[in-house]
T-cell receptor, first 111, second 114 residues
C-alpha cells in the first residue's frame, strides 16, 4: 500500500527563518512521482513541484528547495528566509495515476 | 499551464436537497478526472475516478448512490450530492488528468448543508 507521512502537523517560525517540511513516503512502485502543493486559506491547491522517482537531483526555485532521497524515502521541502505570505498548509503527495496526499503541515510565519 | 475550473465555488443548500458541482478542463481534454473531499484541517481524500463515457470508480467507503458522478464529455465532469445532509458539508476539489501522470486541480467548491 502507498502512504505519505507528514509528521509535522504545525510549524511556527519567525519571518526570515529557514524552515524544512518533512515528507516520508512508502510505495512498492519503481516508477512514481512526488509532489508538493501549497494550500492558502482560499483553499485552492497551488502546485509547487513534481519529481520523478528516477531523478534524485535536488532542486532549487528561488527561496524554495527540495531534497529527494530514495534511500530514506524522503522528499523534504525547505523554505529559505520565510515570509508571512508563505503561511499556508503544505501537502506532499505521491502517485502516478492516482495521488495519495499526506496529512499536511500548517506553516505559520510570524512577522 | 492547464486550467481547471469548478462551479460553483460556494454553495449552501438545505438538508434533503441535491446539489451539482461542475468540473471543467478549460484548455485541454481530460478522459480522466478525479474528485476529492477535504474536511476542515484535514487532508484530501480521493472519492472517485471519473472516466469519460464510462462509470466512475469509487474508493472504498464512498457511497456511489449518494455521490453521483457523470463524465459526459472530455472537458466536463459533474458531482451530484444527492439528498444532502449536514455531514456532507465539506470542501470538494476536482482534478483533471492531462496526458500521463499530471493532475491539474480545480479551485474547489465549499458545500454547506443546513
Amino acid at each position: 500500500a502507498q502512504k505519505v507521512t507528514q509528521a509535522q502537523t504545525e510549524i511556527s517560525v519567525v519571518e526570515k527563518e529557514d524552515v524544512t517540511l518533512d515528507c516520508v513516503y512508502e510505495t512498492r512502485d519503481t516508477t512514481y512521482y512526488l509532489f508538493w502543493y501549497k494550500q492558502p486559506p482560499s483553499g485552492e491547491l497551488v502546485f509547487l513541484i513534481r519529481r520523478n522517482s528516477f531523478d534524485e537531483q535536488n532542486e532549487i526555485s528561488g527561496r524554495y528547495s527540495w531534497n529527494f532521497q530514495k534511500s530514506t524515502s524522503s522528499f523534504n521541502f525547505t523554505i529559505t528566509a520565510s515570509q508571512v505570505v508563505d503561511s499556508a498548509v503544505y501537502f506532499c503527495a505521491l502517485g502516478t495515476y492516482k495521488y495519495i496526499f499526506g496529512t499536511g503541515t500548517r506553516l505559520k510565519v510570524l512577522a | 499551464g492547464a486550467v481547471v475550473s469548478q462551479h460553483p465555488s460556494r454553495v449552501i443548500c438545505k438538508s434533503g436537497t441535491s446539489v451539482k458541482i461542475e468540473c471543467r478542463s478549460l484548455d485541454f481534454q481530460a478522459t480522466t478526472m478525479f474528485w476529492y473531499r477535504q474536511f476542515p484541517k484535514k487532508s484530501l481524500m480521493l472519492m472517485a475516478t471519473s472516466n469519460e463515457g464510462s462509470k466512475a470508480t469509487y474508493e472504498q467507503g464512498v457511497e456511489k448512490d449518494k455521490f453521483l458522478i457523470n463524465h459526459a464529455s472530455l472537458t466536463l465532469s459533474t458531482l451530484t450530492v444527492t439528498s444532502a445532509h449536514p455531514e456532507d458539508s465539506s470542501f470538494y476539489i476536482c482534478s483533471a488528468l492531462e496526458g500521463v501522470g499530471e493532475q491539474y486541480f480545480g479551485p474547489g467548491t465549499r458545500l454547506t448543508v443546513t
